[in-house]
């Protein structure tokens, strides 16, 4: 099979390519692709991964190109994962709105809508292209915010299109560790959107092991979101949300934690990485190894701010190798080979969440196989939970007008109707803000 990955000079390819290199399964991907417009980030990865094929037999070809129809044409999978404005755009993302006193996160608030606003209109016109050159394609979607972009994409390749994300999969499995359950019998009862979920049950031989979690202190404190929401809260919630809910529940500590953080996430991924693609410009640095630090310390660092402001410590091992090149890995397999498998995935869905329309992307699991993933049915929300989903599903739906019409007022509607942000005043204020310092933003003015 050939895979192309969007954004082949990403820094988290070589997660991809790891996984790939373990697969020896019948119809394995045998021809990586790498698109990407940037052939220095081309030429860094693409070492990256010719220093881990070393020495593995039949391992995936790779080649590399900055020629989008050239990548596109014969490929079984697609993998999105772009990054629009580069880690500059970020960083950019995050002063603006923490000069403004709100999140800027890059899925979450402020600077998750300045994201999308950038990332829409050319994660549209790739949908595009793959429609086009490679209709029998299907794409895995990895672009945040996940979500939304997928409900962009969906536009034009359906049910074809798919986002992933390992939150959902790395919270299961932390519950069902604690619980001394096995993740891979399990079943996760999930729902919501992405980074906008929770936990409701994890059942294994028809048993629903949370009340018992739920019950336990010491079992509440022993993983990180017990540690990071707190006993209580996660008692009167009935739930364990995904910990990006962290940034609604504790907001105002939550900025004030990154506001107060020198450098922000953004900036220090920028700087991080920049370093990393620097150093592998010289023929005598080993490659793989200044990746493997790199990734490392990114990992190590992940909501380290909200982690300290709950006093929730640091991250557990087995939550530093990654996790969502496994997700995609499994989900190919099911398609490709009709695997049947269940997956926590981005769909649309249908009449799964009876709140939101048929079109509307929502994170849940799927049942998966050579016809792709399709949402099980599931339990009606809470009434908080649905009240919070519905919000920020309208917001998004702003962002994906703003993007399709060039209307500065439905931008200026997605900033004001989030719940993250407090004034209708600052949401003008905010794309201003973003305007003057992304040019990619230059249709809305």
């Known amino acids: 099979m050939r895979l192309v990955i969007l954004g082949g000079g990403g820094f988290r390819v070589p997660l991809v390519y790891g996984a790939l290199l373990g697969d020896r399964g019948e119809g394995r991907v045998t021809r990586v692709v790498l698109y990407d417009p940037d052939p220095a980030r081309l030429s860094a990865i693409t ?15 790779v080649t590399a190109t900055t020629d989008l129809d050239e990548a596109l044409r014969g490929a079984d999978f697609v993998f999105s994962a772009i990054r629009v404005g580069g880690l500059e755009g970020r960083a ?44 029998d394609a299907w794409v895995i979607n990895f672009t945040n915010p996940a979500g939304l972009v997928t409900e962009a994409m969906s536009r034009h390749l359906g049910d074809r299109v798919i986002g992933i994300c390992d939150s959902p999969v790395g919270l299961g499995r932390r519950i069902a560790r604690v619980l001394g359950a096995d993740p891979e019998r399990a079943w996760i009862d999930y729902v919501g959107l992405n980074h906008l979920g929770w936990v409701r049950g994890l059942r294994v031989d ?28 996660l008692r009167s919630l009935g739930a364990i949300p995904n910990e990006y809910l962290h940034y609604y529940y504790f907001n105002r500590e939550a900025v004030r934690a990154h506001r107060e953080s020198d450098p922000t996430r953004g900036a220090f991924l920028r700087d991080q990485q920049a370093r990393f693609y620097d150093g592998v410009r010289s023929p005598g640095t080993p490659a793989l190894a200044a990746w493997d630090r790199t990734r490392a310390e990114r990992e190590a660092t992940y909501m380290a701010e909200n982690r300290e402001t709950a006093g929730a410590g640091e991250r557990e091992p087995e939550d530093l190798s990654g996790g969502y090149e496994k997700v995609a890995l499994a989900l190919m397999r099911a398609i490709a080979r009709d695997e049947r498998a269940t997956l926590i995935l981005n769909v649309r869905n249908g009449a799964t969440l009876s709140a939101l329309d048929a079109e509307a992307v929502i994170e849940v699991p799927c049942a998966v196989g050579a016809s792709g993933a399709h949402p ?67 249709y809305l003015a």
Do not use: N
């Not at 048993?207 to 707190?230: H, K, T």
């Open 92 to 135: 950019e993302d995050e002063r603006v709105a923490f000069a403004e006193g709100v999140l800027g996160q890059e899925t979450v608030g402020a600077g998750g809508i300045a994201y999308g606003l950038r990332t829409v209109p050319v994660a549209d016109a790739l949908a595009r292209r793959v429609a086009l050159l490679a209709p």
């Open 47 to 61: 070492r990256v991964l010719a220093e881990q094929a070393a020495g593995v037999p039949d391992a995936p070809g």
């Open 206 to 233: 028809g048993r629903d092991e949370l009340p018992r979690l739920l019950a336990d202190p010491d079992l509440l404190g022993s993983f990180e979101e017990g540690r990071l929401f707190g006993a209580e809260w």
């Open 376 to 442: 099980v049915s599931v339990d009606p929300l809470p009434g908080h939970a649905t009240g919070l989903v519905c919000a920020v599903k309208a917001v998004e739906r702003e962002v994906l007008t703003a993007a399709r019409t060039g209307s500065r007022a439905a931008a200026v509607k997605a900033f004001a109707l989030h719940p993250l942000v407090d004034s209708v005043t600052v949401a003008r204020r905010l794309l201003d803000g973003y305007l003057a310092v992304h040019p990619g933003l230059a």
